[in-house]
């Protein structure tokens, strides 16, 4: 058996290529690649390799002289969001060299055309996108692949080619060309993270798109050209499981160990794009079993040890009307100028000499506020003298009620180009003044760190779609990195529970535990807290309400294990429930967590003799603690996340 492969240098060809030789060596592989794209070190060494452009070479002889049964026609030239500025070259590069190919497959009896498409055809359809949607592309790109599966279809009927057409969609991996500045999102971020250069997104990065892992693909994409089932068959093929891009860009940051991010203008592309994957795995059994962090670690190492090759840019555009300025020759590297604020904003914060006592998040309202003003013209309005006990009247530009007040744990702030605003929250539960705007239009966002699902419920109803829960950040007060080296170099010896304490009148629980194993139920001195918890294996955490609290980032910070009752909200980061603390099913009669009853108490105390001697265990859940805490929890990763939750870019 032969088989050509069109695009043989580029990701998916040069990895169908390495499958085929793994698992079929005996069959012969031939390859054609213009190397505008791909690169010759990725074509494995059984491929017996044509550089060829087939939107203007004569291909005839690769035909006559192999005996080709089956084709894989994959070159094609990817970018879609730049297919509007080069159309001639969009048209020329994907129209005509499928045309060539199409007529040597018919002239020369090729068995099955197997072509890949795109989820580009689907347009603007309702997602998921599925294969018997009536295609409706909004840029030239899918117009060209919907042409050349139409001229497809025609062939068949006309004279008699068989054909499947896939439409993969997101395809990333080990051999993808991470130096295209138009193509391949996550490999555009990983090229600019190792160049020292932000990650650039567009928009809001609210847009959603599943990505799919190259390997994943393989098998589906031979079965394709061998099995009867797919004759004739249109075919979506990729991951079914969705990430909005910024989501995407949270599971990289967290890969490489972080990164910075710059939001540049949207483009011109849909919103949500992903497909339905039941007749993928119907007919070529396909199976989603890469997640995305796996399959980004795995081309995260591959990337780092490549060469730095020249990032490929156009200079020249046969169309520059409307031109993104992030692609415009003209502009230099717009990704790393200064932003010039523009859009005026007021923020109201708490903090001033009345609040400056000890409050965990007094620290991070003055950090986003200066982080603020590299964006927008900043007017602050803090000065509360009774905002340290109790609420403060804030008066908005729309909002809806006339005596809208906020604690010294909230922290607000107004568009006053277009009278939007966001809150953010740290009480325990949401408080009146937030759910009193839900119905104002112009209320934007509120990230809300402690609350308990029975108030979302009750409280926000359908504008539910405006909350976002939130992670806490930590006080600037403590050097916790020296305090985490400091436990490193000294295992801890002390096997009581840690608990930090308040009182037993708000801490009810504690009535409850055998007082031998816990250090203390009593205050102790912020001095003195932390020179004492290092030296324990375990700290016990009963705070609040049951959610994340500040006691809890403390101990990630520290890399000490927390035992605790799960949280109750779903924090942003889906790892929260089982990795980063010892974790126990929350009891259903229990309401808040510090007013428990004797049997909590014991749920937590037989945990503890569970864990205590497990140190595999211990240093593992330590482990994972500390990486939260460095992804969400630092005072830089806490300012990042939360612009990034308030989707404050729509206001530039």
């Known amino acids: 058996m032969t088989i050509l492969i069109t695009g ?17 060596p005996n069959i012969q592989i031939i390859g054609i690649d213009n190397l505008s794209g791909g690169f010759k070190e990725n074509i494995h060494d059984n491929v017996i390799f044509y550089e060829l452009d087939l939107s203007s070479d004569p291909i005839e002889k690769c035909f006559t002289k192999h005996n080709i049964n089956y084709v894989y026609h994959f070159a094609a030239y990817a970018a879609q969001g730049l297919s509007p500025f080069l159309r001639s070259f969009n048209y020329k590069n994907n129209i005509l060299s499928t045309v060539n190919i199409i007529n040597n497959c018919i002239s020369h009896d090729v068995k099955r055309l197997v072509f890949t498409s795109s989820m580009a055809v689907y347009g603007n359809n309702i997602p998921p996108f599925d294969e018997s949607y009536v295609p409706s592309p909004i840029d030239p790109y899918g117009v060209a692949k919907f042409a050349c599966e139409m001229d497809i279809k025609i062939a068949g009927e006309q004279h008699g080619l068989d054909w499947c057409i896939i439409r993969p969609h997101n395809v990333y991996g080990l051999k993808q060309n991470i130096w295209d500045k138009y193509r391949n999102v996550l490999g555009i971020w990983m090229y600019e993270h190792i160049n020292n250069k932000p990650m650039t997104i567009y928009g809001d990065g609210n847009q959603k798109r599943a990505f799919s892992y190259i390997d994943d693909c393989l098998t589906p994409l031979w079965l394709s050209s061998q099995q009867e089932n797919c004759s004739k068959e249109i075919i979506n093929l990729g991951s079914s499981k969705y990430h909005t891009i910024n989501e995407a860009n949270k599971i990289l940051r967290s890969v490489i160990n972080g990164g910075d991010v710059a939001y540049q203008e949207k483009r011109y592309e849909v919103d949500e794009a992903h497909s339905t994957h039941e007749k993928s795995a119907r007919l070529l059994n396909y ?7 796996d399959g980004l670690k795995s081309t995260w190492e591959w990337a780092q040890i490549q060469p730095n090759r020249k990032r490929k840019e156009w200079k020249i555009f046969e169309i520059d009307k409307g031109l993104y300025d992030f692609w415009n020759p003209n502009n230099g590297d717009t990704a790393n100028k200064k932003h010039k604020p523009t859009t005026r904003i007021k923020i109201h914060n708490p903090r001033n000499e009345y609040t400056m006592h000890n409050r965990f998040y007094n620290d991070f309202w003055d950090e986003f506020s200066e982080y603020l003003k590299k964006f927008f013209i900043v007017e602050e309005n803090r000065y509360y003298e009774e905002a340290h006990s109790t609420r403060y009247r804030v008066d908005y530009r729309c909002g809806t009620t006339g005596n809208y007040e906020l604690m010294e744990c909230e922290y607000a702030i107004e568009n006053l180009d277009n009278g939007e605003f966001v809150i953010m929250s740290v009480s325990d539960t949401i408080t009146a003044g937030v759910i ?3 119905a104002n239009p112009k209320f934007k966002k509120a990230l809300v760190a402690q609350y308990l699902p029975t108030d979302i419920n009750l409280h926000v109803g359908k504008y539910a779609y405006k909350y976002s829960p939130w992670t806490y950040f930590i006080t600037k007060k403590w050097d916790v990195d020296q305090l985490y080296q400091k436990r490193l170099l000294n295992p801890p010896i002390d096997n009581r529970l840690y608990f930090k304490g308040t009182s037993l009148d708000d801490r009810t629980i504690l009535n409850y535990f055998d007082k031998n194993i816990i250090t203390n139920f009593y ?12 030296k324990h294996k375990i700290a016990l955490s009963v705070d609040g309400i049951g959610e994340l609290c500040y006691r809890d980032i403390e101990c990630f910070a520290i890399g000490i294990p927390i035992i605790r009752f799960e949280y109750v ?20 009669d229990m309401i808040l967590y510090r007013t428990g009853k004797e049997n909590h108490a014991k749920l937590l105390e037989q945990r503890y003799y569970e864990a205590l001697n497990d140190d595999v265990f211990l240093k593992f859940i330590a482990k994972n603690a500390r990486e939260y805490y460095l992804k969400n929890c630092t005072m830089e990763s806490a300012i990042k996340n939360t612009y990034n939750l308030l989707n404050l870019n729509d206001w530039l």
Request: cysteine-free.
């Open 8 to 24: 043989v240098a580029g990701l998916i060809g040069s990895r169908l290529a390495d499958w085929i030789s793994e698992n079929h």
């Open 287 to 293: 199976s989603d079993k890469t997640s995305l962090y």
């Open 436 to 438: 009193n705007e839900n």
């Open 523 to 534: 205050p102790i001195s912020a001095d003195k807290y932390f020179d004492q918890i290092i």
């Open 569 to 588: 909200t779903q924090l942003y980061d889906p790892l929260i429930p089982n990795y980063h603390y010892i974790s126990i099913p929350r009891p259903s």
